[in-house]
């Protein structure tokens, strides 16, 4: 049973995004600009850019880009097994990243307390 019908959201996104490209055409040439620009290099290749922009897109918490980017991924040959990797490289990111917010957290904890006397 799936979470959602990824197929059509996608497609009520690019409905979405193509009325957007119609109110705002320069946001959208920003945004194609941007995109593009790993693929004139070509150094990493197109599949793995698609893993590290599900990595990136579960990091971010973006149901759009999971769902235009896990299409992509199937499209240029990544495994389930090669997704499934790069998630849990985006995963344990996350924990790290709360980790050292968590030492952040007791600094500023620690600055906003006044200090005892020894």
Same mark, same amino acid.
């Given at each position: 049973?799936?979470?959602?019908?990824?197929?059509?959201?996608?497609?009520?996104?690019?409905?979405?995004?193509?009325?957007?490209?119609?109110?705002?055409?320069?946001?959208?040439?920003?945004?194609?600009?941007?995109?593009? $620009?790993?693929?004139?290099?070509?150094?990493?290749?197109?599949? =793995?850019? *698609?893993?590290?922009?599900? !990595?990136? @897109? &579960?990091? %971010?918490?973006?149901?759009?880009?999971?769902?235009?980017?896990?299409? $992509?991924?199937?499209?240029?040959?990544?495994?389930?097994?090669? =997704?499934? *990797?790069?998630?849990?490289? !985006?995963? @344990? &990111?996350? %924990?790290?990243?709360?980790?050292?917010?968590?030492?952040?957290?007791?600094?500023?904890?620690?600055?906003?307390?006044?200090?005892?006397?020894?």
């Amino acid at each position: 049973m799936s979470m959602l019908d990824w197929n059509a959201y996608r497609q009520q996104l690019l409905v979405r995004v193509g009325e957007m490209g119609k109110i705002s055409p320069d946001t959208i040439k920003g945004y194609q600009t941007l995109s593009g $620009a790993g693929q004139k290099t070509n150094l990493l290749g197109p599949k =793995i850019r *698609e893993l590290i922009s599900l !990595a990136v @897109a &579960v990091t %971010a918490r973006c149901d759009g880009c999971i769902t235009v980017h896990a299409e $992509a991924a199937a499209r240029h040959g990544a495994s389930r097994e090669e =997704i499934a *990797e790069a998630l849990a490289v !985006a995963t @344990a &990111v996350n %924990a790290g990243a709360a980790l050292v917010y968590s030492a952040r957290v007791l600094d500023a904890y620690e600055q906003a307390t006044p200090r005892q006397p020894a």
